[in-house]
């Protein structure tokens, strides 16, 4: 039956843990496949051809998990692969550009809104398209910020370096008087204590993986597809290559234990 399938999330490492995280909180006897791309991370800087060859190749592996439904959980895949996607996949295909992009235009007040991500995912211009979608009257200004990836998955959280560089990055964008900031990339929310403490309370943060969940919960419920059993959820994680320090760092993310991570070569 389609309602027991899992859902099928994948990212090009661990950020998409904290999309997986919103998805236990939002939709707890749900069935989730994971997989993580940890072997050819990061995303951000390579090519689009490559970035596309690599999205194919994990959809036909979840899609052999027969999975009910798609969430690409890497903004630079959703930026630049969005379409290889959907034309490969027999199910839906949901991914956090648009969800976030919905969210921004339904928080902002006065329709200035601030993007961060990695340069790939800036560079795609694939927020302003998504926002301009929704309101063609909506001002964008968006910040790669290629530094804070590293120091999110170095745990420095709410160091004094990351204060500092994170600080920067936002200082154009604020100069523009936004009063919503989207957080372009799944490794930000983790960040959401120190990015609110930089920008202030007047401007709101939208996490992708809030955002994210929210729509696929929708989407489960419009479709009716929802898992009717409620025993426990069983959670599946796949990974490229298991780095050192990945079941800390994944922890993290997630917010609880991993369980098993199993490795396997597409």
């Not at 909506?138 to 004094?160: M, N, R, T, Y």
């Amino acid at each position: 039956m389609t309602t027991k399938r899992a859902i099928g999330v994948f990212d090009s490492g661990i950020g998409g843990l904290t999309v997986v995280r919103s998805l236990l909180q939002r939709l707890p006897f749900e069935n989730i496949i994971y997989f993580g791309d940890t072997a050819r991370v990061p995303y951000g800087v390579k090519s689009v051809d490559t970035i596309n060859r690599y999205a194919a190749q994990i959809t036909e592996f979840l899609i052999q998990k027969d999975v009910k439904m798609l969430i690409v959980a890497c903004n630079t895949m959703a930026a630049v692969a969005h379409q290889t996607i959907a034309d490969l996949s027999p199910v839906p295909v949901l991914e956090v550009i648009d969800a976030s992009a919905r969210m921004a235009i339904q928080n902002s007040r006065n329709q200035s809104i601030g993007v961060i991500g990695t340069p790939a995912t800036i560079n795609s211009n694939a927020y302003t398209r998504a926002i301009h979608l929704l309101n063609k009257d909506a001002k964008v200004f968006s910040q790669a910020c290629p530094i804070l990836v590293p120091l999110v998955e170095e745990g420095w959280l709410d160091h004094p370096a990351t204060q500092l560089i994170a600080r920067e990055y936002l200082k154009p964008v604020l100069a523009e008087q936004v009063d919503t900031l989207v957080l372009g990339c799944t490794h930000y929310p983790l960040l959401k204590p120190l990015l609110q403490d930089i920008v202030g309370n007047e401007v709101t943060l939208i996490d992708s993986a809030e955002a994210m969940a929210d729509i696929a919960a929708d989407l489960i419920a419009k479709q009716k597809i929802g898992n009717d059993q409620t025993s426990r959820a069983e959670y599946l994680f796949y990974v490229s290559d298991l780095p050192y320090r990945f079941q800390t760092i994944g922890e993290r993310f997630l917010g609880r234990s991993l369980g098993n991570v199993e490795l396997i070569s597409l």
